[in-house]
């Protein structure tokens, strides 16, 4: 048991387990959670009374969480000195899930992303974005009910590795430098110089998380997006590990999209299709054929863009929760920033926190309190009391606060 300079740990509860591959969910587990940086304290404070009451409502007393604020970001930094104390990874590792606001993190010089650290030191491989629509949000598309697609984007590799040194450093001219002479690339003078490391290891591995998500939740189908055309021996690679381990993992549960296309006995209705996009065609794919998709596996950066585009098609990010898995551990989080202009003016919509914690205790197994939580947004949504970012998309809604919206939700779960 880790020991806490910063945070409290709760004096009752239970760290959730992990084994033999399967996750150990006690009924009064700890969960920690860090508020997050410039709104996140107002989205917090919403949220876990959402959280608590559809406990509450889905179990009586038979079961209940202990929260356990720890630190990160600009509040840690503040109050401690560190903008990631060690003790935060510890109490994610020892406690197996948890949960967090945004984090703020400097463009260009600085720290690193708070988030990108916790992604990698956890080796939480995946980021999991589920996008869809709820009625009466407004957005940009015709019909945004056909899209309804969970994004796996693999979260260690690719360029968000960072691996990269600054143009005019010595380390940037000596790679360029090595490149010219040995491999005979031509390396302009003064470059940036970053490296785009993706392995079989790393790619079948987010792979088969999706698969595997994709048979249990029956999915349709599972696509593979990558910019292989180009990048023929990282993103191409993505694509044939990826059909590699869904040829070898999941044989007799998958069936490739040109397999169907032959026909035959290898055209197998009942199985779940797999198939492979180029990037750029995929953002399109998304706004004209939204519904022929369903799970859809990418690397890093690939899934960075696309979760966001996907995420506007149905009215923006305030709704678009995240989860960062790997083997036994989780971190769910906003997937939004932390529009520091509004911090402390209880405006901003909590959604992304409430549904990431949706996500949370769907992976926990404790799925009654999901779905209360989302008939509890639907019905807040349909009945028009909604933060400004719905509000001003929405005629006829009546703008609330973040502590209004999250009491709607709470009542929704009732009506």
């Not at 009910?145 to 010595?170: M, Q």
């Not at 001003?392 to 999250?406: D, L, N």
Request: glycine content about 10%.
């Amino acid at each position: 048991m880790a020991s806490y300079r910063f945070a409290t740990r709760p004096s009752d509860g239970d760290a959730i387990a992990f084994e033999n591959g399967v996750l150990r969910v006690p009924d009064h587990p700890v969960i920690p959670f860090v508020e997050g940086d410039g709104t996140g304290p107002d989205i917090w404070r919403a949220s876990v009374r959402v959280f608590d009451a559809a406990i509450k409502k889905a179990y009586g007393d038979a079961r209940k969480v202990s929260w356990m604020k720890v630190y990160a970001g600009e509040e840690s930094h503040a109050k401690h000195g560190e903008w990631l104390p060690d003790e935060t990874l510890d109490a994610f590792k020892e406690f197996r899930v948890s949960i967090k606001g945004p984090l703020s993190t400097p463009v260009g010089g600085g720290i690193r992303s708070l988030n990108v650290t916790l992604r990698q030191v956890l080796d939480l491989y995946a980021c999991i974005r589920p996008v869809r629509y709820f009625e009466g949000v407004g957005n940009p598309m015709k019909e945004p009910e056909k899209l309804n697609v969970v994004i796996f984007r693999e979260n260690t590799e690719d360029v968000y590795a960072g691996i990269e040194w600054k143009a005019g450093s010595p380390e940037a001219e000596e790679i360029a430098q090595f490149l010219r002479s040995r491999f005979g690339k031509d390396i302009r003078e003064h470059s940036a110089i970053g490296i785009k490391p993706m392995s079989e290891f790393g790619s079948r591995r987010l792979v088969r998380m999706a698969i595997q998500y994709a048979l249990e939740n029956d999915r349709r189908s599972l696509t593979l997006v990558h910019k292989g055309n180009i990048m023929k021996y990282t993103e191409g690679a993505f694509r044939d590990w990826g059909y590699a381990e869904a040829s070898s993992g999941f044989g007799a549960q998958t069936v490739t999209e040109a397999d169907l296309a032959r026909g035959g006995t290898a055209a197998r209705a009942d199985a779940l299709i797999v198939k492979d996009r180029i990037a750029d065609a995929m953002f399109q794919q998304l706004l004209l054929r939204p519904d022929e998709y369903d799970v859809i596996a990418t690397p890093n950066l690939n899934g960075d863009y696309l979760s966001d585009a996907a995420a506007a098609q149905v009215g923006g990010l305030g709704l678009a929760p995240g989860g960062n898995v790997g083997d036994g551990v989780a971190v769910f989080e906003a997937t939004h920033g932390t529009a520091p202009k509004y911090a402390n003016l209880d405006k901003i919509n909590p959604g992304s926190v409430v549904l990431s914690g949706v996500m949370m205790f769907e992976y926990m197994g404790w799925k009654e309190v999901g779905a209360l939580i989302v008939r509890g947004l639907e019905r807040a949504i349909k009945g028009k009391r909604v933060t400004y970012d719905l509000a001003r998309q929405m005629p006829g809604a009546t703008e609330v606060s973040t502590s209004s919206f999250g009491d709607e939700i709470i009542k929704g779960m009732s009506a």
